[in-house]
């Protein structure tokens, strides 16, 4: 049993057994002892077998070069803005320097949290209420460099150091809420604007795209409105050019003058007609129940619109029989006993 005792792991610093000098020892890993020779500083142990001398030599402490967690207790802490906070932490830290981490601190433990509880309030006395939530990174980046810059004598090195809660006062708290609630109030509201604004752009580049689609509709249909009357006028001329083409021709024919002033004679005796029908008043020549005068004065006019015509045709063709009984004057006897 005492061979097995004294063959078992080391302790920590921190406790209150310490490994007995037998001559031969064996240092477990991970694991550095300072032996002490007639009280001053010897030599450090490495894990394996190591040979001392009985008497002289004494194992005076014992190095966990693991890497140890302290949790650091709650403490009280005062911000920018005049908020106490209560927080708290875990450390995280290693032994890189057996020698300095035994001589240079009685206890490096209560040294490294006494540091960082300092370090914390010191931190959060730089920053306001609010970017203490939003830089926790940046605050446990800042503790850890405070640590080391003031543990590199004591052979300890601080790998990095975690908030765990931090508790805030009820009013606070509430107050926050109530921050929180109207922060995002606001942010609906922004969003409902934004949607609306969204909306009304919408509904005018689709009432612009509609305009100018009508406005180019109207035109492509006034461009064809244009195109297809202008085609009506040429129908029409080309038509009525035929026709005059025709009528010179039927005229152009025996009895075509004749044929003609009937025609005309027709046209002034129901136009009379019609007067009085259209208008309520009414111009009559003198002589307006005098049918034979009004076909004679109709015939004259005709008869003073072709003359120049009539003439180039009887130079033109060779002089024929005349007829006294013409079929003009057989019309206008005809016409006279009618009216009579």
């Known amino acids: 049993l005492k061979r097995a005792a004294r063959l078992a792991p080391a302790p920590c ?3 209150s057994g310490l490994p007995m000098n037998i001559g031969v020892l064996f240092v477990p890993q991970q694991e550095a002892w300072v032996v002490e020779r007639m009280g001053k500083f010897h030599r450090i142990l490495e894990p394996g077998l190591n040979f001392l001398i009985p008497l002289l030599d004494r194992i005076r402490y014992v190095q966990s070069l693991k890497e140890i967690v302290i949790n650091v207790p709650e403490q009280s802490a005062v911000t920018l803005d005049n ?8 450390l ?10 035994s001589y240079g601190v009685e206890d490096p433990e209560y040294a490294v949290t006494q540091l960082a509880q300092t370090t914390m309030r010191s931190e959060l006395g730089k920053l306001s209420l609010d970017r203490v939530f939003r830089e926790r990174e940046s605050l446990n980046a800042s503790i ?4 080391n810059q003031a543990s590199d004598c004591w052979g300890i090195r601080c790998l990095r150091y975690e908030i765990k809660d931090i508790h805030v006062p009820p009013r606070v708290k509430e107050s926050m809420q109530m921050q929180v609630e109207a922060e995002r109030r606001k942010r609906a509201t922004v969003l409902e604007s934004e949607g609306t604004r969204e909306s009304a752009i919408n509904v005018a580049e689709g009432q612009k795209q509609a305009q100018i689609l009508a406005s180019e509709a109207e035109k492509a249909e006034q461009i064809n409105k244009a195109a297809g009357e202008a085609n009506a006028m040429l129908v029409k001329a080309r038509a009525k050019a035929e026709a005059i083409q ?7 024919q025996q009895h075509g003058n004749a044929a003609a002033s009937l025609s005309v004679a027709e046209q002034y005796v129901n136009a009379f007609s019609k007067i009085a029908k259209d208008s309520n008043t009414v111009l009559l020549p003198a002589n307006t129940g005098d049918v034979t005068n009004m076909v004679a004065q109709a015939l004259g006019i005709y008869t003073t619109l072709t003359k120049p015509q009539a003439v180039k045709t009887q130079d033109e063709m060779p002089p024929a029989h005349e007829d006294s009984h013409s079929p003009a004057t057989e019309v206008l006897k005809a016409e006279q006993g009618s009216s009579s």
């Open 13 to 15: 610093r921190w406790n």
């Open 83 to 90: 908020v106490t906070l209560q927080i708290d932490g875990v």
């Open 92 to 101: 995280y830290l290693r032994v890189m320097d057996p020698y300095k981490a």
């Open 144 to 147: 850890v460099d405070a640590i």
């Open 246 to 252: 025709l009528l010179a021709a039927a005229l152009a």
